[in-house]
């Protein structure tokens, strides 16, 4: 049996989001800020959109198997411009941080792509967030680049599939 879950999110799951996005620690290696309520309805509603076009691709909540508690959220986005590529993310709760749970999400999410057309994955991460970057170089991704993305520092590293 997998230690997680991951089920595609909907309307009724934005308690979950909300909780992770307005938690300051999660937040604070994504965009330095805590995402204040409405915005994050706005970001929600995107996300719900999103999720509806794409059956393959999308944005999950991720549940703990055992206790089935909500954890974080792994995201696989197709990148419509290259129809060929899709962006990784993931986000946990911090008292799942150090259990293995991010290693977890991005090995399923990169499976769930290697069932796809697609034939690279990218994620971006603040270069000061070691774990996400040792969970990404351990399931084969490289660095592309460093750069500033919407303002904040970033790390751009991509895995072909």
Same mark, same amino acid.
């Given at each position: ?20 996005? +307005?938690?300051? +620690? ?136």
């Amino acid at each position: 049996m997998d230690r997680i879950i991951l089920e595609k999110f909907e309307y009724n799951d934005f308690p979950f989001y909300f909780n992770l996005v +307005s938690n300051e +620690s999660v937040m604070a290696m994504i965009t330095e800020r805590s995402i204040p309520f409405n915005e994050a309805q706005g970001n929600f509603q995107k996300l719900l959109d999103r999720n509806k076009k794409f059956v393959e691709f999308g944005t999950y909540k991720v549940y703990d198997n055992q206790t089935n508690k909500f954890i974080g959220l792994g995201k696989l986005i197709l990148n419509e411009e290259k129809q060929n590529e899709a962006e990784l993310g993931y986000m946990l709760l911090p008292e799942y941080w150090g259990q293995g749970y991010g290693s977890e999400i991005a090995g399923i999410l990169v499976q769930r792509a290697k069932k796809t057309k697609l034939n690279r994955l990218t994620a971006v991460i603040d270069p000061e967030n070691i774990s996400s970057r040792r969970i990404l170089v351990k399931k084969g991704f490289i660095s592309e680049k460093m750069c500033e993305i919407g303002g904040l520092p970033g790390e751009t590293l991509s895995k072909v599939l």
